[in-house]
T-cell receptor, first 116, second 115 residues
Framework: GAGVSQSPRYKVTKRGQDVALRCDPI?????LYWYRQALGQGPEFLTYFNYEAQQDKSGLPNDRFSAERPEGSISTLTIQRTEQRDSAMYRCASSLAPAGGTYGYTFGSGTRLTVV | KQEVTQIPAALSVPEGENLVLNCSFT??????LQWFRQDPGKGLTSLLLIQSSQREQTSGRLNASLDKSSGRSTLYIAASQPGDSATYLC??????????????FGQGTILTVHP
């Protein structure tokens, strides 16, 4: 596609429910990144993929968070048993080269998750 | 661990002024540095990307400089306009090690340009 597409744009869920956030990167982009952004803060790294391989998941806060990119294109970030502290903007980015290379990153509009 | 700091946290200026946003980082072993603009309810828009071997990049009224050895970057905005009002984020990508491939962001500078 022309840009990085994230869905849904907004998600309100009850505490304890599982949620799945989707990211569709720019066509042909090799690397894909997930970030989380709290209000008034810069985005914080969660995890990234080169093709279908998860290269670094050191930013995932705990084992309730997981991500996959099975075919090296669309990625899903799943949060199990959501808690109120998970409420944030979740941002996805992609880049043309593995780990970004000399290219920059293109971000999607994000998914605003609210856990009530 | 890489840490990125942006100063000032907020800035309000009258239209037409030239202004400078500052970004500093603790680990000078970076691959590149990218400036983004964030508008409410929207994604991050990339403004300028500076490779570690470069000293500056320019795009229109924007000029970004990089002094890798001192861990600093500045974003210069000339002749500011109300449409420049947004949050500006600086992000560095580390050159290697366990941080390879990920961006570390500053907290941003909230810019308001009033008519």
């Amino acid at each position: 596609g022309a840009g990085v597409s994230q869905s849904p744009r907004y998600k309100v869920t009850k505490r304890g429910q599982d949620v799945a956030l989707r990211c569709d990167p720019i066509s042909g982009h090799v690397s894909l990144y997930w970030y989380r952004q709290a209000l008034g803060q810069g985005p914080e790294f969660l995890t990234y993929f080169n093709y279908e391989a998860q290269q670094d998941k050191s930013g995932l806060p705990n084992d309730r968070f997981s991500a996959e990119r099975p075919e090296g294109s669309i990625s899903t970030l799943t949060i199990q048993r959501t808690e109120q502290r998970d409420s944030a903007m979740y941002r996805c980015a992609s880049s043309l080269a593995p780990a970004g290379g000399t290219y920059g990153y293109t971000f999607g509009s994000g998914t605003r998750l609210t856990v009530v | 661990k890489q840490e990125v700091t942006q100063i000032p946290a907020a800035l309000s200026v009258p239209e037409g002024e030239n202004l400078v946003l500052n970004c500093s980082f603790t680990d000078s072993a970076i691959y590149n540095l990218q400036w983004f603009r964030q508008d409410p309810g929207k994604g991050l828009t990339s403004l300028l990307l500076i490779q570690s071997s470069q000293r500056e990049q320019t795009s229109g009224r924007l000029n970004a400089s990089l002094d890798k050895s001192s861990g600093r970057s500045t974003l210069y905005i000339a002749a500011s306009q109300p449409g420049d009002s947004a949050t500006y984020l600086c992000a560095v990508r580390n050159a290697g090690g366990t941080s390879y491939g990920k961006l570390t962001f500053g907290q941003g500078t909230i810019l308001t340009v009033h008519p």
